[in-house]
């Protein structure tokens, strides 16, 4: 991609809100955001010191092509406002194919993160009690197995520098009311089962995810913040798929493989990362891009 990377915006022409690990919000009025997805990556959640080239478009773009695709499921947070039209003219190229202006919602308190496949914390969670949030599994999964169902794990949303904790569905009852936990789960079954089944047929397993939901004064669901990237969900090439081994993915494990490989505790600041690894990772989400929705 030909376009300046973006590590950190810096408009004037709209009031700066917040600056996530990966995204900059901009108040648009008094019930709109403009989100901006810079290049910024964090592992481990230590935000890198270089900027994943392409990355923030790539991130958008794929959102986009969800958003679209599975609009039927649940309304969701965008405008359709182009982010060109709401800045001054000079900070154009700072939101240009990276930023959405969308309806402001009060977020949920907890991560919907749904599971085909037995992988990351929930591997671990099962290898020490045989169960992922309470939800009992059959003995003798192996590591990547397919699961015999798709199942809705939520977990805690943690402050900038923690872990999200996994927890039970009660749980998840408690924090947002049963009703919309129930809504909530059958939401995040549907977008994830209708999304990997299209996944699919274009030779990638999203083997789990995670979704952001929001309510509006009326308490009605929407779906917000990104959906179906890399950065919040594991994307397998089918090919190299294998049980027993955490497959190869499509998002910043190399990046994560190389670290783990460099004398540094997982504290800020993170060493600097080789231009071969910022090549390789800007490849990878580029290419599942391309696969997913041929752009």
């Known amino acids: 991609m030909s376009h300046a990377t973006l590590f950190e915006s810096s408009l004037t022409s709209l009031k700066f809100l917040h600056r996530g690990k990966v995204r900059d919000l901009y108040a648009v009025g008094g019930d709109q955001l403009l989100v901006i997805q810079t290049d910024r990556l964090s592992a481990f959640d230590v935000?890198?010191?270089?900027?994943?080239?392409?990355?923030?478009?790539?991130?958008?773009?794929?959102?986009?092509?969800?958003?679209?695709?599975?609009?039927?499921?649940?309304?969701?947070?965008?405008?359709?406002?182009?982010?060109?039209?709401?800045?001054?003219?000079?900070?154009?190229e700072q939101v240009a194919g990276?930023?959405?202006?969308?309806?402001?919602?009060?977020?949920?308190?907890?991560?919907?993160?749904?599971?085909?496949?037995?992988?990351?914390?929930?591997?671990?969670?099962?290898?020490?009690?045989?169960?992922?949030?309470?939800?009992?599994?059959?003995?003798?999964?192996?590591e990547a197995q397919k699961l015999p169902e798709v199942i809705f794990t939520p977990a805690t949303k943690a402050p900038a520098g923690q872990h999200d904790e996994n927890i039970s569905f009660a749980q998840a009852e408690k924090i947002v009311?049963?009703?919309?936990?129930?809504?909530?789960?059958?939401?995040?079954?549907?977008?994830?089962?209708?999304?990997?089944?299209?996944?699919?047929?274009?030779?990638?397993i999203i083997a789990d995810t995670k979704f952001e939901f929001g309510t509006d004064e009326k308490r009605a669901l929407y779906l917000i913040d990104e959906i179906l990237t890399p950065d919040s969900s594991r994307f397998w090439p089918a090919g190299e798929y294998r049980t027993g081994i955490s497959p190869p993915s499509f998002d910043k494990q190399i990046v994560r493989d190389w670290l783990e490989t460099q004398p540094w505790n997982k504290k800020?600041?993170?060493?600097?990362?080789?231009?071969?690894?910022?090549?390789?990772?800007?490849?990878?989400?580029?290419?599942?891009?391309?696969?997913?929705?041929?752009?």
């Open 177 to 204: 009311g049963a009703e919309l936990a129930a809504k909530v789960r059958a939401v995040s079954i549907q977008l994830y089962s209708e999304a990997a089944a299209y996944a699919k047929t274009k030779g990638i």
């Open 268 to 295: 800020p600041p993170a060493p600097e990362l080789p231009p071969e690894v910022l090549a390789k990772t800007s490849e990878k989400y580029q290419e599942v891009l391309h696969l997913l929705t041929g752009a």
């Open 98 to 142: 990276r930023a959405m202006v969308v309806r402001k919602f009060k977020p949920l308190m907890i991560e919907a993160v749904v599971r085909g496949y037995i992988i990351g914390s929930g591997w671990k969670d099962y290898q020490k009690t045989g169960a992922i949030c309470g939800i009992k599994l059959p003995a003798g999964l192996k």
């Open 47 to 92: 935000i890198m010191p270089d900027p994943i080239p392409g990355k923030g478009r790539v991130l958008t773009e794929m959102s986009f092509f969800w958003f679209k695709k599975l609009g039927h499921v649940i309304p969701n947070h965008l405008t359709g406002i182009a982010p060109e039209s709401v800045v001054a003219p000079a900070e154009r």
